[in-house]
């Protein structure tokens, strides 16, 4: 199985700042996923993170709002911009093992926005 | 597009007992795979099983179970001889093969397991 880590676990963010949530696999993968948790909700695909092509995001979500970056087979970064309370979510990095079929989620960023 | 539907926002069990989670899904794939996961109040996303589209056999990891119904696009969830432990939040996942894994989720079903 893959071993996913995410940084921070937590934070609590002033609003109209920006916050950074590292995730880091302990293997290559080629595809990356940031997933959002709304409080009560379940998960929602943000974008897709490819190495070495820009991310590509779903309906409802822009790059703008939450810039990704992929530099390597085992990283990749989700920036929530400009933050509102609306944004206060747990967000989750996703990414496959090695068998068809196994696909495993970092522990999560819980972020409050005040 | 796909949709995903669990239409038991919560159930109680009695622990030891068995319990059936159900999760019916929508696509126009003809490939896809189907997953569940498990999340505890810590929030982490913990995977129990899969299914693929193509398998011919019902999967199972301990003790769960999922019963398969291709025809009629059900995926449902057997925990076996339940635990104090297995309280959490459960949701039915499932991804189109050709998206490499990219997952759409169902409402998830609160699963509470009485001593």
């Known amino acids: 199985s893959a071993v996913i880590s995410q940084k921070p676990s937590r934070d609590i963010c002033q609003r109209g700042t920006s916050l950074t949530i590292q995730c880091q696999v302990d293997?290559?993968?080629?595809?990356m996923f940031w997933y959002r948790q709304q409080p009560g909700q379940s998960l929602t695909l943000i974008a897709t993170a490819n190495q070495g092509s820009e991310a590509t995001y779903e309906s409802g979500f822009v790059i703008d709002k939450f810039p990704i970056s992929r530099p390597n087979l085992t990283f990749s970064t989700l920036t929530v911009s400009n933050m509102s309370p609306e944004d206060s979510s747990i967000y989750l990095c996703?990414?496959?093992?090695?068998?068809?079929?196994?696909?495993?989620f970092g522990p999560g960023t819980r972020l409050t926005v005040t | 597009a796909q949709k995903i539907t669990q239409t038991q926002p919560g159930m109680f069990v009695q622990e030891k007992e068995a319990v059936t989670l159900d999760c019916t899904y929508d696509t126009s794939d003809q490939s896809y795979g189907l997953f569940w996961y498990k999340q505890p109040s810590s929030g982490e996303m913990i995977f129990l099983i899969y299914?693929?589209?193509?398998?011919?056999q019902n999967a199972t990891e301990g003790r769960y179970s999922l019963n398969f119904q291709k025809a009629r696009k059900s995926a449902n969830l057997v925990i076996s001889a339940s635990q104090l432990g297995d309280s959490a939040m459960y949701f039915c996942?499932?991804?189109?093969?050709?998206?490499?894994?990219?997952?759409?989720f169902g409402g998830g079903t609160r699963v509470l397991v009485k001593p």
């Open positions: 996942a499932m991804s189109p093969k050709a998206a490499g894994n990219k997952l759409t």
């Open positions: 299914q693929g589209s193509y398998d011919e």
């Open positions: 996703s990414a496959g093992g090695r068998l068809i079929g196994e696909q495993y």
């Open positions: 293997s290559q993968v080629t595809m």
